[in-house]
C-alpha cells in the first residue's frame, strides 16, 4: 500500500493506493482425488494458506487429465512452458531429458524405502535439482514416494517369467520399462494413464503395473483378479515449479512454499507407506488373488533381467546404484 498526497485548491486529499498482488500458483496432477498424492497436495494448501493467508490463491487441481481433457505426459511441459505453475510427475516418463532418473526404472535395484529418502533428501536429490534446472528450466521442490510396483492381469497368476509371456502388458511411454517387459516375456503397449482403466476394463491389455494404491484407486482390480507382489519398481514423484515463477515469488512466500513442502513431504510418505497394508486388506476383500513370491521365486525373475540391469549400469555408473541399494 502507498499513501499519495494531492492538493486540490486549499485542501490536502489524501488517496489510498493498493499496490499488494496476490500471488496465483496452480498444482496440477492426474490422480483420483484420493489418491496419496492428492491428499499431500491439499496438506501442502492448508500449510501455505496458514503461512502467506491472503497473500497466495492457491489452487490444486489433482486430476487434470478428467478437468481439462489433458494426457498426463503433457504436465511437466506445461509447468515448462509457464502455462501451470506446478505439478507432480512421476520420474519415469523424464528420463529422456534428465537420463540420471532411469535409476528408479532398474527393476529389483531400491533397497528400501527409506534408504531412497535418505539419498533424495541428501546428495542424489540435489543432483536432481541441478539437473532439472538446467536441462528444463524447472525447481524440483520436493520427491514424493511413487509406491513399489507390482503385476496385476486377468489371465492367470503370475510367479514366474514363464507366466508372463504372451500377456499385452500396459507401460509408460519409457524405453526401459519396454525393455523390461519384454525380457519378462509380456507384450509392452504404451498407454496413457488417462487411457489405462478404460483399456483394462475393455481387455485390451491384458495386464498393467502400479503401486497398490493406483491398482487400487483406479479400480483397475475389479478387473484384474490376479496381482503378483513383486516390488520390481520403486517410483519416486517429483514435486516441480516452473523457475521463473518462482523467482518472481517474494522471499516470504519462497520460504513458507520450502516450509510447507517439508510437512507436506513428510505426510505424503506417510500416507504411501501406510496405504500399501491398508489396500492389501481391502482387496484380500474383493476376492482378488494376492500372490507373495518366495525369495527363490523372487530370483528367477532378477536372473531374467540381470543383463538389462548391467546394460544400464555402464551407462548410469556406479556411483548412483550405490546410493539406492
Not at 122 to 150: C, P
Not at 221 to 245: D, Q, W
Request: with cysteine; glycine share 6%; hydrophobic share 40%.
Amino acid at each position: 500500500m502507498c499513501v499519495i498526497s494531492r492538493k486540490v485548491g486549499e485542501l490536502n486529499y489524501i488517496m489510498i493506493k493498493n499496490t499488494h498482488r496476490i500471488v496465483d500458483i496452480k498444482l496440477g496432477g492426474y490422480q483420483p482425488v484420493t489418491s496419496v498424492h492428492n491428499r499431500a497436495a491439499e496438506v501442502l494448501k492448508i500449510e501455505l494458506t496458514e503461512r502467506v493467508g491472503d497473500d497466495v490463491n492457491f489452487q490444486v487441481d489433482g486430476n487434470m487429465t478428467l478437468s481439462s481433457g489433458i494426457k498426463a505426459f503433457d504436465l511437466p511441459k506445461l509447468v515448462e512452458s509457464g502455462n501451470l505453475s506446478m505439478c507432480y510427475f512421476a520420474s519415469s516418463y523424464l528420463a529422456d531429458r534428465v537420463p540420471e532418473v532411469a535409476i528408479f526404472d532398474m527393476p529389483f535395484v531400491i533397497g528400501s524405502r527409506q534408504k531412497v529418502y535418505q539419498a533424495l533428501d541428501g546428495e542424489l536429490g540435489k543432483l536432481f535439482e541441478e539437473k532439472f534446472l538446467k536441462e528444463m528450466g524447472v525447481r524440483i521442490l520436493a520427491f514424493w514416494d511413487n509406491g513399489l510396483r507390482h503385476f496385476s492381469n486377468r489371465v492367470r497368476e503370475i510367479r514366474s517369467p514363464i507366466d508372463c509371456e504372451e500377456l499385452k502388458i500396459r507401460s509408460m511411454n519409457s524405453e526401459i520399462h519396454q525393455e523390461f517387459f519384454s525380457s519378462l516375456g509380456f507384450e509392452p503397449v504404451y498407454v496413457d494413464v488417462a487411457d489405462l482403466v478404460a483399456q483394462v476394463k475393455s481387455g485390451e491389455i491384458d495386464a498393467q503395473e502400479n503401486p497398490l494404491t493406483n491398482t487400487y484407486n483406479f479400480g483397475t482390480y475389479k478387473y484384474h483378479r490376479y496381482i503378483t507382489l513383486t516390488g520390481h519398481f520403486y517410483g519416486t514423484a517429483f514435486l516441480m515449479v516452473n523457475e521463473s515463477m518462482y523467482d518472481d515469488w517474494s522471499p516470504e512466500i519462497k520460504m513458507a512454499m520450502r516450509e510447507s513442502v517439508k510437512v507436506a513431504t513428510q505426510k505424503q510418505r506417510n500416507f504411501a507407506e501406510a496405504e500399501d497394508e491398508q489396500i492389501l486388506k481391502l482387496l484380500n476383500d474383493c476376492d482378488n488373488i494376492i500372490t507373495v513370491l518366495t525369495p527363490a521365486e523372487l530370483e528367477v525373475f532378477k536372473s531374467a533381467v540381470k543383463p538389462l540391469v548391467e546394460y544400464h549400469r555402464r551407462n548410469l555408473g556406479d556411483y548412483l546404484f550405490s546410493l539406492v541399494k
